[in-house]
């Protein structure tokens, strides 16, 4: 080998060492960096022909698993839909406030037995004021929870509102570094990419699939969001029915319809379509029932003054949100029918009638109380479940991050050892560089 060729090697050797450690100092600087992948240095590839020629270390390349990285995205879709419904159901179920004394079960329970009460001293105007102010707590208790739970859909439905807006964004940054990537091919960019990618995950269920090079296409129940200078945001629009408002979504540029499951999105849309309606549909159903029945009950029976025909609760009530007691019982109790008959002194069949109320069959083949109680069980297991998924799904996201890291994380030992190894490189070249040096002054004197 030519002394010039020594020289071009050793050249070629130091450009590389110090390369490779600029690359080794950047990974340990970025330790603790959100998002950044470990930087490799491709030294397989040699420039020109030749074992005798220099490593060519021009192609940095993130340490990642594509695989890998596609599957935690689709995975922390379904974890942040799970956390969503985990915490918003777990509200919901706080409202109905059971089991507990200002529970809806536990004033039913008070306003049966006050007529039981009334019942065994038809006669007593203590016994009716009881009857009166318990009815007017367990209404009360009917209008809260439900007008909580709409209070809860309002506040969902502006959360959905916010959720598209911050999708959106997220869906206008992944293009605008797509765009700066063409132009500039810093790793940085890609590194910040797919943090931003992994935020819109936990929002919406999206779909990552890598074409050659760097170029990906990110889409959402299977049409495009972004791609190679494409992008499409997602539209919103609300509907009522019944009052509830319920929400559908379609993409800006074809105006095709598109169905969100997944992410905290995708969570919030079910329990403001169809969880809370159905809260609230079942409290109606009850209500009126309730309702119902015993205006039917007391209309037909004689208060003391021997009047009849007068209902208990107010006629008109359309659901839980407007159960109340009639207006002239609230304001003169005396107005409670106890008795079968007119004049008909120490009868208490009416008051007994509506206590029996309780145990009839008269929803889904059950009681008043067994309906309620469906209710809230739905809700209970409607948490358990939620909570459950959520902790399993937890264990698989971090599972996938663990090989994700394992991959792409960096580690200080084997950071310190390449740097230490690519140190003694440089020393050598520098060290062949001044040898190679020596031998030509030497010939140069025995000229």
Known sequence: MAISQIFDVSKQALQNSERAIDTISKNIANVNTEGYKRRLIDTENFTG???????????????????????????????GKYESDSAIIANIESLFGEPGS???????????????DLAND??????????????????????????????????????????????????????TLNRQYTVSK????????????????????????NNSGSDLVVSLDGQILVSQNYVSQIVSDASYENNYPSYT????????????????????LDINNE??????????????????????????GYNLD????????????????????????????????????????????????IYDAQFEKVLNNGTYSDYYNSLITQVGHQVSEANFNYESQQNIVQSLQNQRDSVSGVS????????????NAYQAASKLIATSNAMINSILTMI
Do not use: C
Request: charged share 25%; aromatic share 6%; hydrophobic share 40%.
């Open 412 to 423: 200080l030992d084997e950071e310190l050892a390449k740097l230490i190894e690519y140190q």
């Open 102 to 116: 200002s529970g809806l079960q536990n004033l039913m329970t008070e306003f049966w037995n006050s007529w039981n």
């Open 306 to 353: 021997g009047k009849t025909g007068i209902n208990f609760f107010e006629s008109n009530v359309s659901g839980a949100a407007d159960i109340t007691v009639n207006r002239d019982i609230r304001e003169d109790h005396s107005l409670i029918a106890t008795a079968g008959s007119e004049s008909a002194a120490g009868d208490g069949s009416v008051a007994q009638a």
């Open 275 to 300: 969880y809370i309606p159905d809260y609230m549909n079942q409290l109606d159903i009850l209500a009126v029932s309730l309702v119902g029945r015993i205006n039917q009950l007391h209309s037909n």
């Open 249 to 268: 979504f379609a993409l800006d540029t074809n105006k095709k319809a598109i169905n969100i499951e997944g992410g905290s999105l995708g969570s919030i």
């Open 122 to 175: 038809p006669e007593s105007q203590s016994a009716r004021v009881v009857v009166r102010d318990k009815a007017v707590t367990m209404t009360n208790a009917f209008n809260r929870v439900y007008s909580d739970l709409h209070d809860m859909q309002q506040e969902i439905s502006r959360e959905i509102v916010n959720t598209v807006t911050q999708a959106n964004k997220l869906i206008r940054q992944i293009d």
């Open 186 to 209: 810093s790793a940085d960019l890609l590194d910040q990419r797919d943090l931003v990618l992994n935020q819109l995950s936990e929002l919406i269920d999206i779909e990552v699939k």
């Open 49 to 79: 022909s030749g074992a005798a020629n220099g490593v060519d270390t021009q192609d940095l390349m993130r340490a990642r698993n594509v695989f890998i990285e596609n599957q935690l995205i689709k995975e922390q879709g379904s974890l």
